[in-house]
């Protein structure tokens, strides 16, 4: 096998690896150390009363977290031996975070020819000739940074569950097994190790 296609079977592989991280959170249990960012958690405050949260990583749309704490809610309503659930309080937070990097592509290939480099002038309107310098701002390569803003959502919320037939005309009650028929089919879950 020549060089250049082991370098070409390496970068495929290496491409594929990368490709397989970048996935939105699945519906999974929160695990501390865990390889993939976010999951459910609960916890019991009494009998039948819960806080349950689902935390996405930087993929996972506000509408997937929000339905999966939905989904989550209602499976534990179930487990629970309950059938319907009402939530108290719901609480939806939005974690942004700016990056500013250096502009990968700009990089000055003449940057080891000491002080030799190059040059050019331009007429710029109001101002006349201008000599623009590499290691200057210019206007013709003023952005040589990259701006991104990733976002992270996570949703919580205290619910109480409760069993019989759901109240009617009451918008914060939900039947749990309602919910999970509607919900299962937009769930994703970890794929199969």
Do not use: H
């Amino acid at each position: 096998m020549s060089r250049k296609s082991i370098v070409a079977a390496v970068a495929v592989v290496l491409a594929a690896g990368l490709a397989a991280c970048a996935t939105p959170t699945p519906y999974q249990p929160a695990a501390p150390g865990s390889s993939t960012s976010g999951g459910y958690s609960e916890v019991r405050l009494e009998p039948n009363r819960f806080r349950v949260n689902f935390a996405g990583n930087t993929l996972t749309s506000r509408e997937t977290v929000e339905g999966y704490l939905l989904f989550r809610a209602a499976e534990l309503t179930v487990q629970n031996g309950y059938d319907w659930f009402s939530v108290i309080e719901r609480d939806t937070d939005r974690k942004s975070r700016t990056y500013v990097e250096p502009d990968p592509i700009y990089r000055p290939w003449y940057g080891s020819y000491g002080f030799w480099r190059p040059s050019w002038r331009y007429y710029g309107r109001g101002y006349g000739w201008r000599g623009w310098d590499p290691f200057w701002g210019d206007p013709f390569w003023a952005d040589r940074v990259d701006v991104r803003t990733v976002e992270r959502f996570e949703a919580s919320a205290e619910i109480v569950m409760e069993r019989g037939a759901k109240p009617q005309g009451e918008a914060r009650a939900f039947d749990a097994r309602a919910v999970i028929e509607n919900l299962r089919p937009r769930v994703q879950y970890p794929a199969a190790k």
